[in-house]
C-alpha cells in the first residue's frame, strides 16, 4: 500500500470510529476524475487538512471536485479553493442531504461526505449511519411497493450482510454501492421503509458462535433454494436448502429459453474432452425435479452454474429437452437460489412475521441487537 492511500485510510478510520456508522464507495463501479456535490438539506461544515471553508446551507451551492494524482482540488460556485489530499463535508443538522454526480449518475445522500484521489482517480466516500444506509440498500435492492413485515425481514439481512461483508476496507470504506456489495440508492422517501428499520433498529442475524452470517438472498427459488457448495465452492452454515412454497406462483417462478442444439454439442463437447458425435448419438435429456449440482449426460457431468453462465439463464434449476434441432431449457426460479428468497418472502411476510421469515429461509441463527453481539464478544 502506498504512503498516500495508508494516509487516507488512517484519516477516515480517525474520523468513523462509531461502530454504528458505516462507510460507503459511491459509484464504485466507475473511474471517475471529477465530481460536483450540489447543497439539498440542512447545514455542512467544509473544510479539508488545512482549511475551515465555510459552512454549506445554501440552495443553489456547488462544490466541485477535480483529481489530480493524489491530491485534489475543490471549487465552490466555479471559485478555487484549494488542492488538498482530502476534503470533507461533515452535517451540522439532523436533516441533511447532498446530491452528488459523476457526470453520468446522480445520487442523494445523506450523512458526511469525503473525496480523495488515488493515482488520478476520485474516490467519493459516504459515512452514514448503518440504519440510514440500510434504508438506502432496501430501495436499491427491494424498491417499493412492499408490506412493511417484509421490509423489515429486508432491513435485517441488509444490516447483517453490510457487518458481515466489508469488503473494501483497504480502500477507505466498507462496501460500494453497487451490486458487487448491495445496491445502495441513497436517501429513501417511503414511510413504510423508515417504519421497517426503526422497528428492527440494529438487528442481525448471528450463527451459534455469535458471528454475522452471510445473509445471501436472490429473487426467486424455483420452489427450492440451494446449499453454497453447490453454487460456489464452500458450505456455509444456516443457508440450507429448504422447499420453498411462497413463490411458486410469483413473477419469477418459471422461464423458457430455447438454443440450437449444435451450440449445446458444442459446449458439452468443450466441456468434457468428448467429441460432437459421442453427444449426438446419445441422449441428452435432462430432468430436474430438485436440485442438482450437475447435468448428468451418459458417462460425462458438466456442473449446472457453467451452463447457467455460458447460456445466460435464470437459474441452475432447469431440465433440458431436445426437441429436433432444438434444445428447450424449462426452468424454475431467478438467481444463484441460495439463502432468502426474496419473491417467497415478500408472500410469506402477507401472513407470517418477518421472525418467522427469517428463520425460515436461515437455519440455526439468533436475531440480536448489535450492541449484544459486541458485548457478547468481549468475552
Not at 460507503?24 to 463501479?29: D, H, I, K, T, Y
Not at 483497504?170 to 423508515?194: M, S
Amino acid at each position: 500500500m502506498n504512503k498516500a492511500k495508508l494516509i487516507i485510510i488512517l484519516i477516515l478510520l480517525a474520523f468513523t470510529a462509531n461502530s454504528k456508522n458505516i462507510r460507503v464507495g459511491l459509484f464504485g463501479s466507475s473511474s471517475q476524475t471529477k465530481a460536483d456535490v450540489f447543497y439539498k438539506v440542512g447545514r455542512y461544515e467544509f473544510f479539508s487538512e488545512s482549511k475551515n471553508f465555510t459552512i454549506i446551507s445554501k440552495r443553489g451551492d456547488k462544490i466541485s471536485f477535480v483529481a489530480s494524482s493524489n491530491k485534489v482540488n475543490a471549487y465552490l460556485n466555479g471559485i478555487k479553493v484549494g488542492e488538498n489530499t482530502w476534503f470533507r463535508l461533515n452535517k451540522r443538522s439532523d436533516k441533511n442531504s447532498l446530491e452528488v454526480s459523476n457526470g453520468s449518475k446522480k445520487k442523494e445522500v445523506m450523512g458526511n461526505l469525503v473525496i480523495y484521489s488515488i493515482g488520478g482517480k476520485l474516490k467519493i466516500v459516504n459515512e452514514i449511519s448503518i440504519d440510514s444506509y440500510v434504508e438506502g440498500v432496501i430501495k436499491g435492492e427491494a424498491g417499493y411497493g412492499y408490506s412493511l413485515e417484509y421490509y423489515k425481514v429486508q432491513a435485517v439481512i441488509s444490516r447483517t450482510y453490510a457487518l458481515h461483508h466489508q469488503k473494501h476496507k483497504g480502500e477507505g470504506f466498507e462496501l460500494c454501492d453497487h451490486t458487487h456489495c448491495q445496491v445502495y440508492d441513497g436517501v429513501n422517501t417511503k414511510q413504510e421503509i423508515k417504519q421497517a428499520v426503526i422497528a428492527t433498529s440494529e438487528e442481525v442475524l448471528v450463527d451459534s458462535s455469535m458471528n454475522f452470517i452471510n445473509t445471501l438472498f436472490h429473487s426467486n427459488c424455483g420452489g427450492q433454494t440451494i446449499t453454497t457448495d453447490m453454487v460456489w465452492s464452500k458450505r456455509l452454515a444456516c443457508m440450507e436448502s429448504i422447499n420453498d412454497t411462497f413463490c411458486t406462483h410469483s413473477s419469477q417462478a418459471n422461464w423458457k429459453k430455447t438454443i440450437s442444439k449444435s451450440s449445446w454439442v458444442r459446449f458439452l463437447s468443450q466441456k468434457t474432452n468428448k467429441s460432437s458425435s459421442y453427444f449426438n448419438s446419445i441422449n441428452l435429456d435432462f430432468n430436474q425435479t430438485q436440485r442438482k449440482e450437475y447435468y448428468l449426460v451418459g458417462t460425462s457431468k458438466v456442473r449446472l452454474t457453467e451452463v447457467r453462465k455460458n447460456f445466460k439463464l435464470k437459474s441452475t434449476f432447469f431440465s433440458v429437452h431436445v426437441v429436433g434441432d432444438k434444445v428447450v431449457f424449462i426452468g424454475k426460479g431467478y438467481g444463484h437460489g441460495v439463502g432468502l428468497c426474496q419473491e417467497g418472502g415478500i408472500v410469506m411476510a402477507k401472513t407470517h412475521t418477518y421472525q418467522e421469515v427469517l428463520h425460515h429461509y436461515y437455519k440455526d441463527v439468533s436475531i440480536m441487537p448489535i450492541s449484544k453481539v459486541e458485548y457478547y464478544k468481549l468475552f
